[in-house]
């Protein structure tokens, strides 16, 4: 009997020296991702800040979108990287279905800087996860990870990035395990992309650079009459959210046939974004955008902004510049959800709040992490309301999605295995 119980304990013992050794072997494999990606992180958004405070300054470095249109085809042609899905390529790597060249980080950066500096209609996490893919893939070749390990250093890799360029920790690490596979979250991805994202945020931290927050005038006490009203904007970034996925994925296809030459398609692109510039007389949708939304946030937007933005964001996308769509997806739901908020009789500084949380899921399907994201950038208060807004916009969206390689799992109306890409 005392032999049965030795043997038991040393099995025991064993087992859980296995576990430790393979949580201090993520950790520390974590913590090189995230040294990694809040450095580059960190050089990647003063680049971009400073493309844009720049073109602030110098409004006429518009015209030369063309041109630096054509550079960035060029730079990705003599790359060998003319045919890259930037974000989908990073999903697909995590299933083990596509490698990731270590060439696509100096690309993306590069791209994504050009097009914020002359004027170009995008984000940037777009590129923070292609920078975070590529610099995990990179470190778990150098590690001689396995097959299997490689996805999740990828993750890592992403969530530094995002986690970086944000200050939303908590949201980066969820975000990476859940946007994959919608349905199936990729829990063992859980200690290193926390302990990736953490690291990456410190080292932006350090280096000065600040979270993204906003402090909200009003937040409404939780009662029936504020619940409706924000489930009513929920429900309408849902179908927005659907709308501004057809016009990327629509526009990209579309110039894709009707424009055969990615040199033509991208200037053509560039001369379009110029003209619209023009028209509207204004600079708010060239670049992120992001004293829009501050504005919104705040309380005040132009009734055309979230239209305008989809247009100047689909065609600058869709011609073959480099960026990304979360931010201008931020710009879109905030001022819509402050016009909503407002015509509705609900503050429309939480409205724009709202409608940043409901676009943000509705567009990546991600309803976990658009909870989180609404606790790190605009405090706990409201939390039920903007829960029950992600929860709306998740459902109601339907299998809409910004990421073509992104996979629903499981139905959103039933109990049932799907299985199926978005739209």
Not at 126 to 139: E, P, T
Request: include cysteine.
């Amino acid at each position: 009997m005392k032999h049965s119980s030795v043997k038991k304990s040393i099995v025991i013992l064993k087992s859980s020296g296995k576990f430790l050794l393979e949580f201090l072997r993520w950790a520390a494999i974590a913590v090189v991702v995230g040294c990694i990606g809040g450095v580059i992180g960190a050089g990647f958004h003063m680049a971009v800040s400073g493309a844009n405070e720049l073109r602030g300054e110098h409004p006429w470095l518009i015209f030369l979108l063309p041109v630096g249109g054509l550079a960035i085809v060029a730079l990705y042609k003599f790359s060998s990287m003319l045919e890259s899905h930037g974000t989908d390529d990073i999903i697909d790597s995590v299933r083990g279905t596509r490698e990731i060249p270590f060439r696509t980080a100096p690309l993306i950066f590069i791209s994504t800087v050009i097009t914020h500096l002359l004027g170009g209609s995008a984000g940037r996490e777009g590129a923070a996860l292609q920078l975070g893919g590529s610099i995990g893939y990179g470190v778990g070749r150098i590690f001689s990870l396995d097959f299997k390990d490689k996805h999740i250093v990828v993750m890592c890799g992403m969530s530094a990035l995002f986690s970086a360029l944000f200050g939303t920790p908590l949201t980066s690490t969820v975000f990476a395990i859940e946007v994959i596979s919608v349905g199936v979250m990729y829990y063992s991805g859980l200690i290193p992309c926390m302990a990736s994202a953490l690291t990456a945020y410190g080292i932006t931290r350090l280096l000065g650079i600040e979270p993204t927050h906003f402090a909200l005038a009003s937040v409404p006490a939780l009662g029936l009459g504020p619940l409706l009203k924000t489930l009513v904007i929920a429900a309408f970034c849902a179908g927005l959210s659907v709308i501004f996925c057809i016009m990327l994925h629509g526009t990209d296809a579309g110039l894709k046939r009707l424009i055969k030459n990615p040199y033509i398609r991208i200037a053509a692109g560039g001369l379009a974004v110029i003209a619209l510039t023009l028209l509207s007389g204004t600079t708010d949708y060239n670049g992120a955008g992001e004293q829009v939304i501050l504005n919104a946030v705040g309380g005040t937007v132009k009734p055309e902004a979230f239209l305008l933005k989809m247009v100047f964001t689909a065609i600058t996308i869709g011609s073959g510049f480099k960026g990304g769509e979360i931010v201008p997806t931020f710009f879109v739901g905030a001022a819509f959800g402050c016009l909503a908020g407002e015509l509705i009789g609900l503050d429309p500084g939480f409205g724009a709040a709202v409608g940043m949380v409901a676009m943000f899921c509705g567009m990546l399907n991600c309803p976990i992490a658009s909870i989180i994201l609404s606790i790190e950038m605009f405090g706990q208060q409201g939390l039920i309301l903007f829960a029950a807004a992600a929860a709306v916009s998740y459902m109601l969206s339907g299998y809409y999605g910004l990421y073509h390689s992104q996979k629903i799992m499981y139905s959103k109306f039933r109990a049932e295995y799907i299985n199926k890409k978005t739209r």
